[in-house]
């Protein structure tokens, strides 16, 4: 943090439950050269990882499915979301972030993701910047049903879909999660597929 035009005046914590929400005071000098006071809330909930596996010769993509609170709150009819793999890092660095998250929710052990991205998602709220990565599967890695952890209440449905598909799901709004629509799009972009 080194911006000469913010100076951060207090950091009050509202809520402190399962991650942290944080109320910043802070003086913004406008390009005018006067300086304003503001306050912005910013969710805390450490940074993520995102993978998608896709087989070059099958042309299909692993995709998973499960339940998210939030877009249920927010006109998402049944809750469900069709998502690339992705995961929280914890402590890990996001390399051995997405090997684990990878076994544990698609059942396949990768060995070598390949980075592709580095990208904050809502920039003016979350202070998440999710690493994207990418990685060819085939049969041979397949090690588990997948499916998540247990223990953490995750009950993920691995789908294993042709590239096509999964683009048109795209246009009908059946897959509306940025981190997956990006990676389905670099994929097309690059021809991985
Ligand atoms: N009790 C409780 N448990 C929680 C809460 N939030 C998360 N968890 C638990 O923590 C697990 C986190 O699972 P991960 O697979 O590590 O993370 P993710 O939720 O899939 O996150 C990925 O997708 C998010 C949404 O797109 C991304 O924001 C995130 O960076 C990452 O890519 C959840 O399954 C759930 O068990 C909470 O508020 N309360
Ligand atoms: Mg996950």
């Known amino acids: ?17 399962w991650y942290t929400l944080d109320k910043i005071n802070f003086d913004y000098q406008t ?17 993520g990882a995102a993978i998608l ?8 993509v692993i995709l998973t499915k499960q339940f998210r609170m939030p877009s249920y709150l927010n006109a998402n009819n049944d809750g469900m979301m069709i998502e690339v793999c992705a995961g929280l890092l914890d402590k ?21 993701p390949k980075k592709v991205l580095e990208l904050y998602s809502t920039p003016g709220a979350v202070t998440e910047k999710i690493h994207y990565f990418i990685a060819e599967y085939n049969n041979d890695l ?8 247990e223990e953490e209440h995750e ?5 294993e879909l042709p590239f096509s598909k999964a683009l048109k799901m795209i246009s009908s709004g059946e897959i509306c999660d940025a981190k997956t629509i990006i990676l389905l799009q670099y994929a097309q972009i690059h021809k991985l597929i």
């Open 92 to 112: 890990n660095d996001p390399i051995t972030c997405i090997i684990k998250e990878a076994e544990e929710e698609t059942g396949y052990k990768i060995s070598n």
């Open 53 to 60: 596996l896709y087989n070059s010769i099958k042309k299909t």
């Open 155 to 159: 009950e993920i449905e691995v789908m």
């Open 142 to 149: 397949k090690v588990s049903n997948g499916g998540g952890l």
């Open 31 to 47: 390009n005018n050269g006067t300086w304003q006071t503001q306050s912005r809330e910013s969710y805390d909930r450490g940074d």
């Open 1 to 17: 943090m080194s911006n000469p035009k913010v100076k951060i005046n207090s950091i009050v914590n509202l809520s402190n439950d």
